[in-house]
């Protein structure tokens, strides 16, 4: 069955999940690169979580008279409202911050939106108006010591329907991308999707494919050269052996790539780089933005 969904969303805003985090710069200049590119409007949001804290109504009080009871939790009580007062004076700081950044490093007005709950739930209710995601690889809770990357990403990515832009640490302005491709009906769209839309013009681009050349992979790569070329594209193919995370990491090192694109899912080795924990290596390992298309 062909795929008959529009290739991109051809309208509606960049919108930027921020938090007290160390990519929160990160996230806003990334935002404000590709709202500009793409000559979209740009939406700041900070969801406050408050699954994070101790909630005030745990019950810690053993075997406490009634009264001392009482007296804890409503100590608790006012812990968790002045927790929340602090937590949305930050969060509106955070927000303040950057729409500052976005207007003096790009130019751009940005709306800004606060809200409790969910981060999912949150993104999920204003997809409707969204045309890109952009989120860091870790948030605020992230445990930078083993590596890990943000609990929140992996369930973005599988909940969400539009494209996620995943920013780095540090943000460097894209001068060239590298597609991982393996000729699979998903990255194939990905390939269709870079050409319709405008974020990516102009750039330098690469292919890569993990695996050797042979007659299929090379009729494979020699389309989605065809279509990026007839797109204004000057694209080089890169083949190399090996598991899939540690290619596109070494290609990506080697042709000095800023950018990844990949699909979001697909159907060979590189459906690993999403379902499977070869996802954390491919985002810990090339240290680079990942555009996340579907």
Not at 261 to 275: D, K, Q, T, W
Request: some cysteine; glycine content about 8%.
């Amino acid at each position: 069955m062909n795929d008959t969904r529009p290739l991109i969303q051809a309208d509606g805003q960049v919108l930027a999940a921020l938090d007290p985090s160390v990519y929160a710069d990160s996230v806003a200049d990334h935002a404000g690169w590709a709202a500009s590119r793409l000559q979209a409007p740009l939406e700041l949001v900070h969801v406050i979580d408050r699954r994070h804290g101790a909630a005030a109504g745990t019950n810690l009080s053993g075997s406490l008279s009634l009264g001392a009871q009482e007296n804890l939790l409503q100590e608790l009580a006012d812990l968790d409202e002045q927790r929340g007062r602090v937590d949305q004076a930050r969060g509106r700081q955070l927000l303040d911050q950057a729409r500052e950044r976005v207007q003096n490093g790009f130019g751009l007005a940005s709306q800004a939106r606060q809200r409790q709950g969910s981060l999912v739930d949150t993104l999920l209710e204003l997809e409707a108006g969204v045309r890109l995601f952009v989120v860091g690889k870790r948030g605020e809770h992230a445990d930078f010591a083993s590596g890990h990357l943000g609990s929140n990403l992996e369930r973005v990515v599988r909940s969400v329907h539009r494209p996620v832009l995943v920013a780095s640490r540090a943000y460097k302005p894209p001068a060239r991308f590298l597609i991982a491709f393996d000729g699979s009906a998903t990255t194939r769209r990905c390939v269709e999707m870079v050409c319709a839309s405008p974020l990516l013009q102009g750039l330098a681009c690469d292919l890569v494919t993990a695996g050797d050349a042979n007659a299929e992979s090379q009729e494979h790569m020699d389309w989605a050269l065809a279509t990026l070329r007839e797109a204004g594209f000057s694209p080089e193919a890169v083949f190399q052996s090996g598991a899939a995370d540690t290619v596109i990491a070494d290609v990506a090192k080697a042709r000095g790539s800023d950018l990844l694109v990949m699909g979001a899912y697909g159907h060979s080795r590189i459906r690993n780089l999403i379902l499977g924990s070869t996802t954390t290596q491919v985002l810990r390992s090339c240290l680079l933005p990942v555009l996340l298309l579907r």
